[in-house]
C-alpha cells in the first residue's frame, strides 16, 4: 500500500530533526507576528470614488456661536473640569468634561474657549462612538461643514475628512514625496476656501503607542512678534490661496477631484470675529503668492513668513494623542502639521469634521 500523507509529512519531520540533530542544531518555531486585525472603527475607513462630484462651494451667513456665549464659560469650566495650559500662547488640556453632554450654552463656551487659547485638548472623550450623525449635528453648530474635494471621506458621510496611514497606506507621503529631509508640512486647513474653516474638530481612532502627534503654532503670536513698521506693512496685503496642486495630485493618481479647484484672495494680517485679535493667515500648504507684488518680492515675502511662523518654537505646541483624545482648533488663528515620524508598519488612523466659517475679516 502507498505511504499516506500524513506518513510522508511525518517522515519528512523526522528526518528534518535528525538532520538537525547532526549538525547540534536546536529546531526553533518561527516567532509569529501579531495578526493585524484591521482598523478598530472600519466605518471611518478612508472612501475614495472618482465619480464623485460636489458643487461649487456657495457663500454664506455666519455668526460665530462665541459670540453668543457667557464669557466665564460656567457649563464648559465647570467645577469638576481641570486645566492644564501647554503654552502662554496657546494649547489647553482639559479633564472632567464631555464634549457629547455639552449644552447649547457649553457649546457657544466651547467656541469661544478655542478662539481664545487656539488649541484645547480634550481627554478621555466618547466622542468617537457616538455615531456620525451626532458628530455632525454637533459640529455644524460651528459653520456647515466643509467637503473635502480630493480626501478619503466616509462613505455616505461626505463631512468626514479621513486621515489614515498604515503599513499599505500613506498619502501623506504620495503628497510630499520621498526625498525631503523634514517631514512636517505646515498649514491652516483648506485655506484655499473662499470662507475657510473655523472651529475644527479632529479625533484619534488608532495610534501609535509613540510618536504621531500634532504640531500648532500661533498665529495671533507669530504677528505680535513682528515690529510694528513691519505689521503695518502687511496690513491691507493680500495672497492667493490655492487647491490646485492638491487637485492636481489627486486626478495624477487616478483620485477624486469632487470639484474643481479653487483660488482665494485673502488678507495677509486677518482679525478674528470673537476675540478681535489680529493674526497672520498665510501658509505653505497653500499661500502662493502676494497679490500686486514682484515674483521675487513674493517669494522673499513669504519665505520670510514661513519661516517665522513654522520656526517659532516658542510660540507652538506638541499635541499628543491617547485613545479617546478630540482636539479642537481655531483655524484662523493658529497653523498645524502632522508628525509622520512613527514606524511604518504602525496605524494611524483618524477623522476631522471642519466647519467653515466668516470671510476672512482684513485688519
Given at each position: 500500500m502507498a505511504p499516506s500523507v500524513s506518513d510522508i509529512a511525518s517522515n519528512a519531520a523526522e528526518q528534518v530533526s535528525n538532520g538537525l540533530s547532526k549538525l547540534n542544531l536546536k529546531e526553533t518555531k518561527q516567532e509569529e507576528k501579531p495578526q493585524d486585525k484591521g482598523p478598530s472603527y472600519p466605518f471611518y475607513y478612508p472612501?475614495?470614488?472618482?465619480?464623485?462630484k460636489f458643487p461649487p462651494t456657495e457663500l454664506f451667513e455666519h455668526t460665530d456661536p462665541g459670540l453668543r456665549a457667557d464669557p466665564k464659560k460656567p457649563n464648559l469650566l465647570g467645577p469638576n473640569t481641570k486645566v492644564h495650559h501647554i503654552s502662554p500662547y496657546l494649547g489647553t488640556e482639559i479633564t472632567g468634561v464631555q464634549l457629547s453632554q455639552l449644552n447649547e450654552a457649553g457649546l457657544d463656551e466651547l467656541a469661544l474657549y478655542t478662539a481664545e487659547r487656539k488649541v484645547v485638548v480634550f481627554r478621555?472623550?466618547?466622542?468617537?462612538?457616538?455615531?456620525?450623525?451626532?458628530?455632525?449635528?454637533?459640529?455644524?453648530?460651528?459653520?456647515p461643514i466643509q467637503r473635502h474635494p480630493t480626501s478619503g471621506n466616509v462613505k455616505g458621510y461626505p463631512e468626514f475628512h479621513v486621515v489614515y496611514r498604515d503599513a499599505e497606506?500613506?498619502?501623506?507621503?504620495?503628497?510630499?514625496?520621498?526625498?525631503?529631509?523634514?517631514?512636517?508640512?505646515?498649514?491652516?486647513?483648506?485655506?484655499?476656501?473662499?470662507q475657510p474653516p473655523g472651529t475644527t474638530f479632529?479625533?484619534?481612532?488608532?495610534?501609535?503607542?509613540?510618536?504621531?502627534?500634532?504640531?500648532f503654532a500661533s498665529q495671533v503670536e507669530a504677528y505680535n512678534r513682528l515690529s510694528d513698521g513691519f505689521k503695518k506693512r502687511l496690513e491691507g496685503l493680500r495672497a492667493v490661496h490655492s487647491a490646485?496642486?492638491?487637485?492636481?495630485?489627486?486626478?495624477?493618481?487616478?483620485?477624486?477631484?469632487?470639484r474643481e479647484p479653487v483660488e482665494s484672495e485673502h488678507p495677509v494680517v486677518r482679525v478674528h470675529p470673537v476675540t478681535g485679535e489680529k493674526a497672520l493667515f498665510?501658509?505653505?500648504?497653500?499661500?502662493?503668492?502676494?497679490?500686486?507684488?514682484?515674483?521675487e518680492e513674493s517669494e522673499w515675502l513669504l519665505k520670510f513668513l514661513f519661516d517665522h511662523i513654522t520656526k517659532g518654537a516658542d510660540f507652538s505646541i506638541r499635541a499628543a494623542w491617547q485613545p479617546g483624545t478630540v482636539v479642537i482648533w481655531d483655524n484662523r488663528v493658529s497653523i498645524h502639521s502632522a508628525t509622520p515620524d512613527f514606524d511604518k508598519n504602525l496605524r494611524r488612523h483618524?477623522?476631522?469634521?471642519?466647519?467653515q466659517a466668516e470671510v476672512p475679516i482684513p485688519a
Open positions: 472612501y475614495f470614488d472618482a465619480a464623485e478621555d472623550q466618547d466622542f468617537k462612538d457616538i455615531g456620525p450623525d451626532k458628530q455632525i449635528a454637533l459640529t455644524k453648530r460651528y459653520g497606506n500613506d498619502r501623506f507621503k504620495e503628497y510630499l514625496g520621498d526625498n525631503r529631509a523634514n517631514k512636517t508640512s505646515w498649514h491652516s486647513d483648506v485655506s484655499y476656501e473662499r479632529f479625533f484619534i481612532l488608532d495610534q501609535p503607542p509613540v510618536g504621531g502627534d500634532t504640531l490646485v496642486a492638491q487637485a492636481e495630485h489627486s486626478r495624477q493618481r487616478g483620485g477624486p477631484v469632487r498665510v501658509n505653505p500648504g497653500f499661500t502662493r503668492r502676494i497679490v500686486g507684488f514682484k515674483d483618524a477623522v476631522r469634521l471642519t466647519p
